[in-house]
Structure formats: structure tokens, C-alpha cells
């Protein structure tokens, strides 16, 4: 009888844990969702003739930051993330154009809202190696939206330098 109540008490208390992780992978997903339609409409809004525009010499052009974004949410989806750790999807992609950068950064998206929503939620605690020290895939998939965030802000200024206003904000 201890024994049983010892275990019902464990399975009353952990419960919820493990419902924690399903809701943070769950958000996560639809949090890059949604990034990826309001990053597509960032992008939309740029001409096609603007997007080598970069706000200083120093600067990433438009259409080369897209592209910057895209390669980070592969690298990370498949480095850091992904239980297939190490099998990239192909060679990163050149093509700053309007259409090329549109097509590289929805794909990127595509490919990371699928791996976050494939990731066991048991491996969101593993550890990797990160340039920063060792974090837990969790803290990685956070890292991801971090980096696209920082960049479309970028994005938006650059829109704004040239006049044109941003798409209404998707959040969560």
C-alpha cells in the first residue's frame, strides 16, 4: 500500500511536467509558424529592385540577410536540434534575389517547424555544444527564434529607410 501511494504521489506531481514540454514544443512550432508568415510578408514588401539595399556599408544587403536567416534555421534545426544531428539539407542558398530569398527562408522555415515539431519531447534536456558552452535543445530552440527576430528587425528598418511600412506584427 506505501508503495502504491509513493507512486501515486510521483505520478500526481511529474505529471504536469511532461505537459510543460509538450507545451513548449507546441509553441514553439506555432511560433515559428507564424514567424515564417510574418517574415514572408516582411519580405514581400521589399521591391525586387531593393533588395541588395543595406542600411551602411557594413550591413548585410536584404535579400543577403534572408538568406543569412534561412541558413541559420537549417544549421541549427539540424545541428542542435534535430535527433539526425549532422545531415544538413543541402548546400546553403545564393540566390539574394527577391524570388530566390523568398524561396530560400520559406523552405528554411518549413524545414525547422518540422524538425522542432519531430523532436521527442524527452530530448529537449540533452545537452550540445554550443559556441556559448553546453545548453539543452530547449535553450537552442529558443536561440532560433531569437536569431530570426533580431534579423527581421533588421529587415523592417531597412523597409523603413526606404519608405515603406512594415506588415501589421503576427506574434505568438
Known sequence: MKNQCLMLAFLLFTAP???QDDLFLRS???RLRNAKEYT???AEK???EKYSFRATPQEMGFGAMLLHMAENLVYISTEFVSPD???MAGPPPTDSS????MKAIGGAYDYAIATVASLPREQLADSVAFFAGKITKMQ???ILSDHQTHHR???IVYLRLNGIAPPRYIAW
Request: proline share 4%; no cysteine.
Open 46 to 48: 521589399m521591391p525586387a
Open 28 to 30: 514553439s512550432v506555432e
Open 85 to 87: 544531428r549532422g545531415r
Open 17 to 19: 511536467l511532461f505537459g
Open 40 to 42: 514572408l510578408q516582411v
Open 98 to 101: 527577391k524570388a530566390g530569398a
Open 153 to 155: 528587425a533588421q529587415l
Open 140 to 142: 537552442m530552440i529558443n
